[in-house]
Antibody, heavy 121, light 110 residues
Framework: QLQLQESGPGLVKPSETLSLTCTVSGGSISSSSSYWDWIRQPPGKGLEWIGSIYYNGGAYYNPSLKSRVTISVDTSKNQFSLKLSSVTAADTAVYYC?????????????WGQGTLVTVSS | QTVVTQEPSFSVSPGGTVTLTCGLSSGSVSTSYYPSWYQQTPGQAPRTLIYSTNSRSSGVPDRFSGSILGNKAALTITGAQADDQSDYYCVLYMGSGIVVFGGGTKLTVL
């Protein structure tokens, strides 16, 4: 059974860079049909797709966040990471990592439990 | 930018049937958007219900079904139960690697 676990600071100061890592267990991050995604949910609001990365480093980003987002992958550690720069209070959210199947279809089949990141001084 | 639209809220009686929809601010949803549906209860990560329009994820009861109705994707819950009270989100594949979440529907069972 695939498991994903987010980790990183729960508090980030405004204008700084938010950094999170997702550790994948129970399967390989190098799976051919798998993309690895970040999704967020501000308190009391809906889900927002941030971006997606393949094991070879190929990535897709939400156009509204693209200028501030970098997603990277470390196959040796079975991890992928999110960096979001120049954060503001609007970036306060629960951040989920997830697996997105992109093989003749597109859907998320595994989710991490989520981690709350608060942007505050 | 195209917005994915969902009803903000819906209510259904226990045992009843409800259909939630997922549309586009411009254009029609087809199977080419690979609509998928997710259920989320407060404080929990989402759970995958439906993918590729009408395929149920593993372990999902068959009272959840997906379809295309007119120009929208649809999630139908037949025989609603109290624990179906949740938020429901659709996701559409927009092409060029981009996926978009709908705003979500808050379903009340009462």
């Amino acid at each position: 059974q695939l498991q994903l676990q987010e980790s990183g600071p729960g508090l980030v100061k405004p204008s700084e860079t938010l950094s999170l890592t997702c550790t994948v267990s129970g399967g390989s991050i190098s799976s051919s049909s798998s993309y690895w995604d970040w999704i967020r949910q501000p308190p009391g609001k809906g889900l927002e797709w941030i971006g997606s990365i393949y094991y070879n480093g190929g990535a897709y980003y939400n156009p509204s966040l693209k200028s501030r987002v970098t997603i990277s992958v470390d196959t040796s550690k079975n991890q992928f990471s999110l960096k979001l720069s120049s954060v503001t209070a609007a970036d306060t959210a629960v951040y989920y990592c997830a697996r997105l199947v992109r093989s003749g279809t597109y859907f998320i089949d595994y989710w991490g439990q989520g981690t709350l990141v608060t942007v505050s001084s | 930018q195209t917005v994915v639209t969902q009803e903000p809220s819906f209510s259904v009686s226990p045992g009843g049937t409800v259909t939630l929809t997922c549309g586009l601010s411009s254009g029609s949803v087809s199977t080419s958007y690979y609509p998928s549906w997710y259920q989320q209860t407060p404080g929990q990560a989402p759970r995958t219900l439906i993918y590729s329009t009408n395929s149920r994820s593993s372990g999902v009861p068959d009272r959840f079904s997906g379809s295309i109705l007119g120009n929208k994707a649809a999630l139908t819950i037949t025989g609603a139960q109290a624990d179906d009270q949740s938020d429901y989100y659709c996701v559409l594949y927009m092409g060029s690697g981009i996926v978009v979440f709908g705003g979500g529907t808050k379903l009340t069972v009462l």
